[in-house]
């Protein structure tokens, strides 16, 4: 909401948004305060002409511990957690190859009994990526219906994935082309885990990084 552009020294042009709270307005009024700035987006045009979208270069310093696999194979219905990093403030960049009609995506702000869990799916029957949100929080004040974004990827297309979490918020970048922002509210304090999915079918993840990430004050 309220997007405003500036242009850089450099040339480029950086956009900030508002981020909307999307839990009651009591909620709102308990925690102190309401609302959120974006990441700083870099914007630019592509040689079809249609717009490219890209978080700022320079949130790169703040990232810190990291995590790297190459390759992880999910067949059927599995799933593959990612152990040794975690977080409420995390940097994801993800590789996917889908094969057939495999739905397929992460998990992020999990507990380790998977009570709390936002999952993030990308459905090639609808062509869409959800934000799955009815089990993101226990306090029922939040939010719980999928935030949505289409997605034009050809049969064999590989999806890329930059997806920042920051607590209450998700910012997913998809193939430097899309990004879709919304809003979730877990409440324990270990709803902090990772872990990646494939659904009736075989998926390909790549060049998986993961780093959790410092604050900037």
Known sequence: YAPHVMRLTDGRLLMVGWLHEERSQQACQEAGWSGSHSLPMVLDLLADGTV?????????????VHWHKDQVNLL????????????????????????????FGLKVLCSPDEEEQTRI???????????ERER?????RANVNPATMPVDLAPGDPLHFQLFVDHSIIELFV??????????????????????????GHTELSDIN??????IW
């Open 175 to 200: 193939n430097e082309k899309l990004c879709l922002a919304c809003r979730v509210y877990p409440t324990r304090e270990d709803s902090h885990g990772v872990r990646f999915f494939s659904r009736r």
């Open 121 to 131: 799916v990308y459905k090639p029957q609808t062509g869409q990526i959800f934000v």
């Open 136 to 140: 993101a929080s226990l306090d029922q």
């Open 76 to 103: 059927g219905d599995a799933q593959y957690t990612v152990s040794g990093i975690t977080g409420k403030a995390l940097e994801i960049q993800v590789d996917f190859l889908p094969h057939g009609d495999a739905e």
């Open 210 to 215: 993961i780093w959790e990430m410092a604050a």
């Open 52 to 64: 490219a979208i890209a978080p700022a270069q320079e949130l790169q310093t703040l990232r810190t």
